[in-house]
């Protein structure tokens, strides 16, 4: 017989809902993000662009937004900053000129290589505090539940988009 008793009106039922714990996790995860790479001004969404430009040059916004599940009316703002701070370049599209597409700069591609070593840093750190076997757990849990609840999100992953927009397979 199913438990029909509401939650109980209390900060320890908010403290315990996976909702909040993921929410309060990515304010942390964001936060360790931006103490290993303060020395690239980059934030977490314009690291993850710029790893998508650099791994389909030649993408637009549109395809970007899927790749990296953003969604596409705050993208422009990123693609804004970055372009401004001369880290990735708007082209037009030869077949329709109102179409930009993005490649990285040699600046761009300078600071990707350069940041890594603080990006993994940042992932270890987010992690650390947990067992190996349990991060390994932790790891194909929530990659199981992204995947699961892909559509339910505002901006679904396609990182298929990606390559069918450019002609790759692969």
Do not use: W
Request: with cysteine.
């Amino acid at each position: 017989m199913p438990n029909n008793k509401p939650t109980p009106v209390t900060m320890d039922a908010v403290y315990a809902a996976p909702g909040y714990l993921f929410r309060r996790m990515q304010q942390i995860a964001v936060s360790i993000f931006m103490e290993e790479c303060k020395a690239f001004d980059l934030t977490p969404v314009q690291y993850a662009a710029l790893v998508a430009i650099h791994t389909h040059p030649g993408i637009d916004a549109t395809r970007l937004s899927a790749v990296i599940a953003f969604d596409r009316s705050t993208l422009g703002s990123v693609i804004e900053r970055l372009q401004a701070k001369g880290y990735i370049e708007r082209k037009p599209a030869p077949e329709d000129r109102r179409i930009k597409l993005l490649h990285l700069t040699k600046a761009g591609a300078a600071v990707l290589s350069d940041i890594m070593p603080s990006v993994d840093k940042a992932q270890a750190r987010m992690l650390q505090p947990l067992k190996p076997a349990d991060r390994k757990t932790l790891l194909a849990l929530l990659t199981q539940l992204v995947d699961l609840n892909n559509e339910a999100s505002r901006v679904p992953l396609r990182a298929e988009d990606a390559l069918e927009h450019l002609g790759r397979s692969g």
